[in-house]
């Protein structure tokens, strides 16, 4: 199973309908699956291949929304509001010859927004909730209401320009500044301890300094932060402003200590870190990989 970042991505929303010309029929997966298809056959431009087509709501002879239609009888129609995530074609053609090239077969091709959907909780997808994803060069964020996904994005502020920072901020090699924000690093300042302290070599001087875990939180809070408001930003700006179900962070960064924190004192929401309950995976970093199995799973 391929997926897709999100950054390389669009979102479309569309309708298609079959009708049934006044006859009762009881409503099967196959009247879906013929409407997904038919979403899927939609005329995308020439540079665009849809990765994922998924329902937002089905509407029954006009008259019932439904998430489900499965065993209803129609007697008209049955319609389905549907999003279609589509993917540079280039893009998609050179990351599946890269893969055919190490000797695998592709089964299918998710999108990260479509599998971010295994993060959340029935009741987190219901009321309206946002997953933000903070990686190693990439934090990206998706939202989901009333069952599905609504919007999605990225912004290239993540987990990697924390690192360069400390690199700049305290003269030291790039793995001696990662090790100190795995290992001692701090997201919230207010929290962050002035007694624990860890030795960082300098790249000019042959005297290592010592640096409290506050020094660096001074540091790393700036950073999570910034992109952090990035993101409401752009959830305010396409007209998210109202999320009831919460704030999910995830993402190899969400190990820093004190994220949940520092994101609750930005917002009035609930926050929540997730953390996969697979054995062996129970770390945010493994989040996106289990979510495209799930995806594959349900597929």
Do not use: W
């Amino acid at each position: 199973f391929v997926k897709i970042p999100i950054a390389d991505t669009r979102i479309h929303f569309t309708e298609e309908a079959i009708r049934f010309g006044g006859q009762a029929t009881e409503i099967t997966g196959e009247h879906i699956e013929e409407l997904l298809e038919n979403v899927r056959a939609h005329d995308i431009d020439g540079h665009s291949e849809v990765v994922s087509v998924y329902p937002v709501s089905f509407l029954v002879d006009g008259l019932h929304e439904v998430n489900d239609p499965k065993e209803m009888m129609a007697e008209e129609s049955l319609a389905v509001k549907a999003g279609i995530v589509t993917a540079n074609r280039t893009l998609l053609i050179n990351i599946v010859k890269c893969v055919e090239a190490a000797g695998l077969t592709i089964l299918d091709v998710y999108s990260d927004a479509v599998n971010y959907q295994h993060v959340l909780t029935d009741a987190e997808i219901e009321l309206g909730a946002v997953v933000i994803d903070i990686g190693l060069d990439l934090t990206q964020f998706a939202y989901y209401e009333r069952g599905a996904l609504k919007y999605a994005n990225s912004v290239g502020l993540a987990g990697r320009d924390i690192t360069l920072d400390l690199v700049d901020e305290f003269n030291t090699s790039y793995d001696e500044a990662d090790q100190a924000k795995e290992q001692y690093g701090h997201a919230f300042f207010d929290l962050a301890s002035d007694d624990e302290k860890v030795t960082l070599q300098k790249n000019d001087s042959g005297q290592p300094e010592e640096l409290s875990s506050k020094d660096l939180a001074d540091v790393i809070e700036l950073v999570i932060e910034d992109a952090l408001m990035s993101v409401f930003e752009d959830l305010a700006a396409n007209g998210i402003n109202n999320v009831q179900g919460g704030f999910v962070l995830t993402g190899g960064t969400a190990n820093i200590r004190g994220i949940k924190e520092l994101m609750q004192d930005l917002v009035a929401e609930k926050v929540r870190v997730h953390i996969p309950n697979q054995m062996g995976a129970r770390k945010p970093e493994f989040s996106s990989a289990i979510s495209v199995l799930s995806s594959g799973i349900m597929f």
